[in-house]
């Protein structure tokens, strides 16, 4: 059974940093297409990074909204995805779901979510 | 950027009706389209992805339909689970962009 679990949410102040981890189970993550998505509150979801696959040599894409600021990485040998998060900004604030996505784009397993609360 | 739009934002519909629900792109996407299902206060969860084909475990009562531009959610009978928020999104380039959502309430 494919597990995401997130952690590493919490209370920050504008212009700091935060690191999101992810756990991973059920399968081997260097196979697959990793991305980070994000809901503010009451809002939609927005795509905000992505970890292409071990054949496809772990290229990165970024939302230009993050881009420059935050940072997707990966560690297959720990079954466990990362994004750092630095500059934070008061529209930053969302839960952000890990998510493992098909080799074709689509975002097919879902974490739980993590909340990252920018404010001061 | 493609540009997802969806309607209605709201529905209300009662149990046992035929609900349909329109996404449509700003260019077109061919076929490349996922549609999520999500309950307040859960993640989403995938329904369909390229644009007609169910996601195991989805019961049949959800289908998809489309191409190009225009994208419909039909959900054939409306269960009291089926309430919920749904999403669309494309996935034919970066950056991957959903739609502003449809909430199907009940009437």
């Known amino acids: 059974e494919v597990q995401l679990v997130e952690s590493g949410g919490g209370l920050v102040q504008p212009g700091g940093s935060l690191r999101l981890s992810c756990a991973a189970s059920?399968?081997?993550?260097?196979?697959?297409?990793m991305d980070w998505v994000r809901q503010a509150p009451v809002k939609g979801l927005e795509w905000v990074a992505r970890?292409?696959?071990?054949?496809?040599?772990?290229?990165?894409e970024y939302a230009a909204s993050v881009k420059g600021r935050f940072t997707i990485s990966r560690d297959d040998s720990k079954n466990s995805l990362f994004l750092q998060m630095n500059s934070l900004e008061t529209e930053d604030t969302a839960v952000y779901y890990c998510?493992?996505?098909?080799?074709?784009?689509?975002?097919?397993?879902w974490g739980q979510g993590t909340l990252v609360t920018v404010s001061s | 950027d493609i540009q997802m739009t969806q309607s209605p934002s709201t529905l209300s519909a009662s149990v046992g009706d035929r609900v349909t629900i329109t996404c449509r792109a700003s260019?077109?996407?061919?076929?490349?389209l996922a549609w999520f299902q999500q309950i307040p206060g859960k993640a989403p969860k995938l329904l369909i992805y390229k644009a007609s084909s169910l996601e195991s475990g989805v019961p049949s009562r959800f289908s998809g339909s489309g191409s190009g531009t225009e994208f419909t959610l039909t959900i054939s009978s409306l269960q009291p689970d089926d309430f919920a928020t749904y999403y669309c999104q494309q996935y034919t380039g970066y950056p991957l962009t959903f739609g502003g959502g449809t909430k199907v309430e009940i009437k």
């Open positions: 970890s292409r696959n071990k054949p496809n040599s772990y290229t990165t």
């Open positions: 260019q077109s996407i061919s076929s490349w």
């Open positions: 059920g399968f081997t993550l260097s196979d697959h297409y």
């Open positions: 998510v493992r996505s098909d080799s074709s784009g689509y975002v097919r397993y």
